[in-house]
């Protein structure tokens, strides 16, 4: 294997065969070059988010969704698949909910505290909870009980109103 060397480079999708790397691109229909996140749903779909929507590989081909399709915004930066087999895209206009034949979209209308979600995570009682990726502005961070939202700040006990990663532990 060759080792990046631009930034460009490295950013591209590459998958190892056995023998070498296989690069993915929008010529093989990844809906673009630029992959910012990735997740496995439970049928073994791989899902790439990018700028220019999110593309899932099911081993033969990338089929790619975008707001033509009812995403909130193509500009994807994070995904989740929930216990309930839906996956949660965070975009920069809300947040993208596919349960596998369409999408249901929740923004700052809702009750989200900020548009630009860049990160999600599922607790153990099955709540989602949403952060966001321009952490200058100072959202808190949203949490989802299947009905709606609170969004928590740093009144309500965080540190910081700006939290780049939620985990549980």
């Not at 060397?5 to 673009?32: H, I, M, P, Q, W």
């Not at 995570?121 to 990726?133: A, N, V």
């Amino acid at each position: 294997a060759q080792a990046c060397t631009e930034r460009s480079e490295c950013d591209k999708l590459r998958r190892r065969d056995g023998r070498c790397f296989v690069t993915y691109t929008t010529a093989d229909g990844l809906a673009d070059d630029n992959v910012r996140a990735m997740c496995e749903d439970r049928r073994g779909d791989l899902w790439f988010s990018t700028p220019r929507g999110v593309s899932r590989y099911d081993g033969d081909q990338f089929i790619t969704y975008t707001t033509a399709d009812g995403l909130a915004n193509n500009d994807v930066r994070a995904m989740c698949e929930d216990r309930q087999g839906r996956l949660w895209f965070g975009t920069a206009g809300g947040v993208s909910c596919f349960d596998g034949v369409g999408f249901r979209t929740y923004t700052t209308a809702d009750g989200l505290a900020g548009n630009q979600v860049g990160v999600i995570c599922e607790d153990r009682q099955g709540h989602l909870w949403f952060s966001y990726f321009f952490p200058i502005i100072g959202h808190g961070t949203s949490c989802f009980n299947g009905e709606g939202f609170t969004t928590y700040t740093v009144e309500d006990g965080l540190l910081d109103n700006r939290p780049l990663l939620i985990l549980e532990d």
